[in-house]
């Protein structure tokens, strides 16, 4: 027994590499459609070709270009080791299971290349061994024969069922051996073979009433297999005529959607016997037991009724043998060919065989899917027609036969849409129509293709001088367009316009959320304004950015009290003023000049008379803080008078400041100096009234002339100088020595200016006479406007300046 299994070992062996070499030839000679073998129950991970070298392609190029083996219904039976390109069995096959009686049992599949997008056909044939025995679904015949029947006589028997096919399938029939039978194969339509009794001596019954045979099916394996059953013959007294078929074959088709119960077709025989031996019943005779589940036949009428749904894709016609048995026990055949026809009950599928969910924006025409579609139907209702949506950027583009990828048309957008809902439709072209829809979701990753933008090109900030450092002045705010990380902005200072500006000791920006600090205490008369560029970053690579321009105004605070420039405050004698007696009311005594380093309203200057030796004698307007008689000036009055005036700004709170005036009352500008209040108590011996009144007279026509002389004079020079000279107004020499008082520009000045104090000659005291502005140097661009706002500003003061 050793001997005989090692022997069949090795008759597989031979077998297995003869098919398997014969098969991979033919894989090898076609360059369109590659065919590869296999031996069935070959244990899984065996090899069965190098797809690298039959393909043609290098050593780890089917893993760089992501080799795949695809199959119908996405069931693998085969794996690809992509390192080596070696195609190997993922599990043991059984030819029987996958493939039934059809021959060859092919297996398609295909391998598919992803980078650059590449498809090859290929099929695996799953080659038989004789690995299943013949078996008969009755064990046990009984055949009951006339007695009459003459030699040569044919009763065919039920056939035995070999699951193997080919040569592995049933070869022949033999019988036990006996005296009045032999057994012939006999082959139908199909390919099946069946046995057939044939009798060749006469039968009787009282001689031998019944006979035991054994019935033994034979494949053609190698070493073959066997299947026996017992046939027992009874010899029947004569019943000499079989009942009869009319007519012997029948042929229907029959919808496969047809209803359980659906009446097929109805067979009838007849016997020209009498009596009993005429009854008839009917019965499927040699039913496999596909055919004994799916048909059922009325005994008595001979009606063929469906018992099981019909299904045209798995089998499309069926061979029913009818016996028709009288009751003598003779019978009759006939065969009914059933053919199925197909309907369209089956919806078109779709396989999947590469899907990208992913893909970045702005990518040109990218493969987002690879799938193929079927339908199991036949004819137009296997006709498939497949498409998506009109309104999206995507198409459908046929590879192959069945295959499609579904490709991006232009390059997306994600800030437009960031996610597509793709609905492929399957539909085939049967009555009626049966459809499929497959949804994939598309999502369109970020790519930093936006840089932030500002809510505002520019942003102008405003903030108080003197306000406390760190305090925050304002914000700016970008948005970016993009998602993730390259959506984050960052904000920082750009270096300033102004290399002057010390940008970063004056703010800060929080670069989370750019808020703008304040660094240090801003003083509104130093720095009005400044300007500065803020930059916006997010986090993409390349990081995008924008920027834009921050103003800040610092607001003025009343934090500068009034600066009274004439009378002036650092004299080392009291400024007197003069006035003659015969003043008539309203004159013009003096004019107090202030300013104030402040602006807008914490600059405009009231004046106020706080105190006076003599009250209503003497008034100051408020606006311009011209010093005035109040009424007529009397022999009564004083001669000596002190007046103290208020400056006060209109800043809140307001801040002043205090000049104290001497003013004395003369009889005439003619007379001779006046001592000094401390020096007047020594002067004991008063002139005489004739002798003052007519020294006052000269004087006052002396300066009067003297006084319109030297305006004349300054006008001229005023206006011959115009922009290109300094203004300084000419003054006579000798006994009217001037000094020149500078007066920066602050507060409501817009200019630095010059005064020149003019005091009489000859006196110890030097007592201040006339106050003149002087024009300070004008740029040769500066415009009319601006002089003629400087001759409003000083005309208000009292100076007649054309």
């Known amino acids: 027994m050793e001997v005989v299994r090692k022997l069949i070992c090795r008759q597989r062996q031979v077998f297995f590499f003869f098919f398997f070499f014969f098969f991979l030839g033919l894989a090898q000679a076609g360059s369109e459609f590659r065919r590869y073998s296999v031996v069935e129950e070959t244990e899984g991970s065996s090899f069965v070709t190098n797809l690298a070298k039959d393909l043609g392609l290098g050593q780890g190029e089917l893993s760089r270009r992501g080799a795949r083996v695809i199959s119908k219904g996405n069931k693998l039976y085969l794996q690809l080791d992509q390192e080596t390109g070696d195609l190997l069995l993922n599990e043991k096959l059984d030819r029987e299971e996958l493939c039934g009686q059809t021959e060859p049992c092919m ?191 009325n005994a008595m009428t001979g009606e063929i009724r469906l018992k099981k749904q019909l299904d045209f894709e798995t089998t499309q016609s069926y061979e029913v043998n009818i016996e028709a048995r009288d009751t003598g026990s003779l019978s009759g055949k006939c065969t009914v060919l059933t053919q199925v026809m197909d309907v369209n009950d089956n919806a078109p599928e779709v396989t ?212 009274v420039l004439y009378p002036l405050q650092n004299a080392s004698a009291p400024c007197t003023e003069l006035v003659p007696r015969a003043a008539e009311a309203g004159y013009l005594v003096t004019k107090v000049v202030a300013v104030d380093g402040d602006s807008g309203q914490n600059a405009w200057l009231s004046y106020q008379l706080l105190k006076a030796t003599e009250p209503g004698l003497f008034g100051v307007w408020a606006h311009n803080g011209e010093v005035r008689t109040a009424r007529l000036l009397s022999e009564r009055d004083a001669a000596k008078h002190r007046l103290l005036v208020l400056v006060k700004d209109n800043g809140e709170p307001p801040l002043s400041a205090s000049i104290t005036l001497h003013v004395l009352l003369v009889d005439g500008f003619s007379q001779p100096y006046l001592p000094a209040p401390e020096a007047e108590a020594a002067d004991a011996a008063p002139a005489a009234p004739l002798t003052v009144y007519l020294v006052v007279a000269l004087a006052s026509v002396s300066s009067l002339f003297v006084f319109s002389v030297l305006v004349f004079v300054a006008v001229r020079l005023c206006r011959r100088g115009g922009a290109a000279s300094v203004g300084r107004c000419s003054v006579p020499e000798g006994p009217f020595p001037g000094h020149l008082v500078d007066v920066s520009g602050t507060g409501t000045l817009s200019q630095s200016y010059q005064y020149e104090v003019c005091l009489t000659g000859g006196s110890e005291s030097n007592e201040f006479k006339f106050l003149k502005p002087i024009l300070p140097n004008l740029p040769p661009q500066c415009p009319g406007k601006e002089i003629e706002e400087n001759r409003t500003f000083y005309n208000s003061f009292g100076f007649n300046i054309q």
Do not use: W
Request: net charge negative; charged share 25%.
């Open 107 to 297: 297996l398609r599949f295909q391998v598919l290349l992803e980078n650059p997008l590449e498809f090859f056909q290929a099929e695996l044939q799953v080659i038989d061994i004789n690995d299943h025995a013949p078996v008969f679904m009755d064990r046990d015949m009984l055949l009951k024969i006339s007695e009459s029947s003459p030699p040569g006589t044919k009763f065919p028997l039920k056939n035995a069922q070999d699951m193997d096919v080919g040569r592995n399938n049933i070869e022949n029939y033999t019988i036990s051996p006996n005296s009045y039978f032999r057994v012939l194969t006999r082959k139908r339509s199909d390919g099946r073979k069946y046995p057939e009794l044939v009798l060749d001596k006469v039968l009787d019954r009282e001689e031998e009433p019944e006979l035991r045979l054994t019935l033994t099916a034979q494949d053609g394996g190698s070493p073959p297999r066997f299947g026996t059953a017992q046939v027992s013959i009874e010899v029947v007294d004569i019943n000499d005529n079989a009942p009869e078929f009319e007519p012997p074959f029948y042929r229907v088709q029959i919808p496969e959607d047809s209803p359980i119960g659906y009446l097929i077709v109805k067979v009838s025989a007849t016997d020209i016997d009498i009596g009993v031996n005429r009854e008839i019943s009917y019965s499927l005779f040699q039913a496999s037991e596909e055919i004994s589940k799916t048909f059922e036949i």
């Open 352 to 563: 999947m065989s590469a899907l990208t969910r992913q893909i970045p924006e702005n990518s040109p025409e990218t493969v987002v899917a690879v799938f193929s579609v079927s339908d199991l139907d036949s004819e137009e209702n296997g006709k498939i027609s497949c498409y998506i949506q009109d309104d999206l950027p995507f198409s459908l583009k046929s590879s192959m036969e069945n295959f499609y990828t579904l490709v991006a048309e232009r390059p997306l957008d994600r800030e437009t849409r960031a996610e597509y809902n793709v609905t492929i439709t399957v539909t085939d072209l049967g009555t009626p129509r049966l459809k499929t829809e497959h949804n994939i979701t598309v999502l369109v990753s970020d790519v930093n293709d936006n840089a932030p933008a500002f809510t505002q090109t520019s942003y102008t900030l405003s903030v108080r001088e003197n306000n406390s450092p760190a305090l925050h002045i304002g914000s700016v705010r970008a948005t970016d367009r993009d998602a993730g990380a390259n959506a984050q902005v960052t904000y920082s200072l750009l270096p300033p316009l102004d290399a002057h500006v010390p940008l970063a000791s004056l703010v800060s920006i929080n670069p989370d959320n750019g808020h703008l600090f304040a660094l240090r205490s801003l003083d509104y008369e130093a720095l009005r304004a400044f300007e500065f560029r803020v930059g916006a970053a997010d986090r993409g690579s390349p990081a995008l950015s924008s920027q834009a321009l921050v103003r800040v105004l610092v607001a003025d605070d009343n934090d500068n009290a009034p600066f």
